[in-house]
C-alpha cells in the first residue's frame, strides 16, 4: 500500500471522537490549525509554522498575485475556511473545512465566499508540506481534494526542495507528477501564470 493510501501514517491528533459540522467547527474552532476531514477535527498543535513555510507561502502567492493581476482570478492564503459541502447541504451541516496555505478562485458565483469562508473547490491550491503534515497533507487531504473537484493541487516540500502535481483527469488524480524546485513550473487549472523556483527557492534558504 502506498503512503498516500495507508491511513497508519496521519500524523495530526485528532481533537476528539465527535462527529462535527461546520457549525460545531465555527464554536471552538482557532483562526488558523483546524480543519474537519467527513467530521472528524484535527487540530495542528505548536511549534508555529517555519520560517521556510511561511516565505514559500509568501512567495506563491506573490508570483501568482502578480499574474492574475486585472483578471477574475483571486489569490488567499491561509487562514480562511473552506467548506467543501458533499451536495447541497448548508454551511452549518458541512463535515470538511480545510485551510489550504494558498488557494486560487474564480468569479464565486451568489454565496460562496464571505468574510469567514469560500464554498466549494478551489481551481487550485498548494499545501506547503512540513514534517509534521506532510503524511496527514497526502493521506488525508489529497482524496478529500480528488473528491471535492480541485483541479490542480500542489504539494510542495521544503525539506527536499520538491513538489509533487496532482491534476484532475476525467474526475480523479492520476500518477501526480514531482519535480525539482527548480527553473518554472506552468499552472493548468488556471492560465497566464507561470512559478518561477528559483526565486521561491531563494526566499526559503
Known amino acids: 500500500m502506498s503512503e498516500r493510501q495507508n491511513p497508519n501514517t496521519m500524523t495530526l491528533p485528532k481533537r476528539d471522537s465527535q462527529y462535527h459540522t461546520y457549525g460545531d467547527y465555527l464554536i471552538w474552532s482557532r483562526e488558523s490549525g483546524d480543519e474537519l476531514i467527513d467530521g472528524t477535527a484535527y487540530v ?6 517555519t520560517v521556510p513555510h511561511q516565505a514559500i507561502a509568501f512567495e506563491l502567492a506573490r508570483q501568482i498575485g502578480d499574474a492574475l493581476e486585472d483578471t477574475h482570478w483571486r489569490v488567499v492564503v491561509a487562514p480562511l475556511d473552506v467548506c467543501l459541502p458533499k451536495s447541497t447541504e448548508p454551511d452549518e ?9 494558498v488557494l486560487i478562485t474564480g468569479d464565486p458565483g451568489p454565496g460562496r465566499r464571505d468574510e469567514r ?6 481551481d487550485w491550491l498548494a499545501e506547503v508540506a512540513s514534517p509534521r503534515t506532510a503524511r496527514y497533507d497526502q493521506n488525508v487531504k489529497i482524496p478529500v481534494y480528488e473528491r471535492a473537484g480541485v483541479r490542480e493541487v500542489w504539494l510542495v516540500k521544503p525539506a527536499s526542495l520538491k513538489v509533487t502535481i496532482y491534476r484532475l483527469e476525467k474526475g480523479c488524480y492520476g500518477r501526480p507528477t ?6 518554472q513550473t506552468k499552472l493548468t487549472a488556471v492560465p497566464g501564470v507561470i512559478v518561477n523556483w528559483d526565486r521561491v527557492v531563494a526566499r526559503c534558504l
Open 44 to 49: 495542528k498543535e505548536p511549534p508555529s509554522p
Open 93 to 101: 451541516q458541512v463535515d470538511t473545512v480545510v485551510q489550504p496555505d
Open 117 to 122: 469562508r469560500i464554498r466549494g473547490a478551489p
Open 178 to 183: 514531482v519535480r525539482e524546485m527548480k527553473g
